[in-house]
Nanobody, 114 residues
Framework: DVQLQASGGGLVQPGGSLRLSCAASGFTVGANTMSWYRQAPGKGREPVSTIDVNGRRADADFVKGRFTISRDNAKNTLYLQMNSLTAEDTAVYFC????????RGRGTQVTVSS
């Protein structure tokens, strides 16, 4: 049974940092293309960052070097390190399995506010 569970969200001040985690089960993170998406209130889902099986990364323009997607194969977990957060980054963030049988996990709320 493929499952994804994001965690690590919370309330952070502008300029702060958070590290999101996505624990996977039922498949191997390192053998799949994985992504982080986000959805802000009243807006559609948008891709944030993607990492493929070879470790190649692709980021949305708004990331601008602030976020880094990574994975720990031993822990079968995907991460998103987010730095220099702004109010525009407020959204629910969730992870997805993009290859083979696609899957999406429950999200974690990130709120950037002073």
């Amino acid at each position: 049974d493929v499952q994804l569970q994001a965690s690590g969200g919370g309330l952070v001040q502008p300029g702060g940092s958070l590290r999101l985690s996505c624990a996977a089960s039922g498949f191997t993170v390192g053998a799949n293309t994985m992504s982080w998406y986000r959805q802000a209130p009243g807006k559609g889902r948008e891709p944030v960052s993607t990492i493929d099986v070879n470790g190649r990364r692709a980021d949305a323009d708004f990331v601008k070097g602030r976020f880094t997607i990574s994975r720990d194969n031993a822990k079968n977990t995907l991460y998103l390190q987010m730095n220099s957060l702004t109010a525009e980054d407020t959204a629910v963030y969730f992870c997805t399995k993009d290859s083979g049988l696609r899957a999406r996990g429950r999200g974690t709320q990130v709120t950037v506010s002073s």
